[in-house]
């Protein structure tokens, strides 16, 4: 079976500071790998995937997180966190084949503060 | 584009009763599938659809049921209603099934069993 783990229920960070959200996963077949965000009020918004390729992935709005099989980690980080940031962000994982089925971690919730 | 759009966002039902939720998927899309959000359980996948056939189902009583129709659009049922089913339902829509497309999630309902 598969399984998620986000260690962190709950990050504080200082505004401008750098930030990493940690991610486990643990699966005894290939996975697709997701960071989705979560904003109060709303569903859940992706904010980047790994499918394959390259093991370090970026999104738009400068979070990036790297794929580690040895360590069967993907961690999310940002070099500098703005107010705006604070959310909740869900680790997911999905099996590689053609079902449709994320799964996913108990959540981080990121709280950037002044 | 219009994105995901369930219907209603509020419910309040009594135990016992039976509620219909509504998702209708990104124009095109043809894969739906349904999530349940709680405090204590996280998220959980329910059920996936594509060209109206359920295709993947998770760890749930029968009391949950779902339906796609010919225009893509889906419908989750909870019959019997428990305390415990309160929770955010999010609805998520792709093109097609798979991870390696990505998937579009609504702003959810909210349902309160009291």
């Known amino acids: 079976a598969q399984s998620v783990t986000q260690l962190d229920s709950q990050v504080p960070v200082f505004e401008e500071a750098p930030v990493e959200l940690r991610c486990n996963y643990s699966?005894?077949?290939?996975?697709?790998l997701f960071w989705y965000v979560q904003y109060p009020n709303q569903g859940l918004q992706l904010l980047l995937k790994y499918l394959s390729g390259s093991t370090l992935v970026k999104s738009i709005n400068g979070f990036e997180a790297e794929f580690n099989k040895s360590q069967t980690s993907f961690h999310l980080r940002k070099p500098s966190v703005h107010i705006s940031d604070t959310a909740e962000y869900f680790c997911?994982?999905?099996?590689?084949?053609?079902?449709?089925?994320?799964?996913f971690g108990s959540g981080t919730r990121l709280l950037v503060r002044p | 584009k219009a994105g995901v759009t369930q219907t209603p966002r509020y419910l309040i039902k009594t135990r016992g009763q039976q509620v219909t939720l509504s998702c209708s998927p990104i124009?095109?899309?043809?894969?739906v599938s349904w999530y349940q959000q709680t405090p204590g359980q996280g998220l959980q996948f329910l059920f996936e659809?594509?060209?109206?056939?359920?295709?993947n189902k998770g760890n749930f009583p029968g009391r949950f049921s779902g339906r796609q129709f010919s225009n893509s659009r889906s419908e989750m049922n909870v019959s019997t209603l428990e305390l415990g089913d309160s929770a955010l339902y999010l609805c998520a829509s792709s093109l097609l099934p798979g991870m390696n497309t990505e998937a579009f999630f609504g702003q959810g309902t909210r349902l309160t069993v009291v």
């Open positions: 659809y594509f060209s109206e056939t359920q295709r």
């Open positions: 997911a994982v999905s099996l590689m084949d053609s079902s449709y089925k994320l799964i």
């Open positions: 699966s005894s077949v290939s996975v697709y």
């Open positions: 124009s095109g899309h043809r894969s």
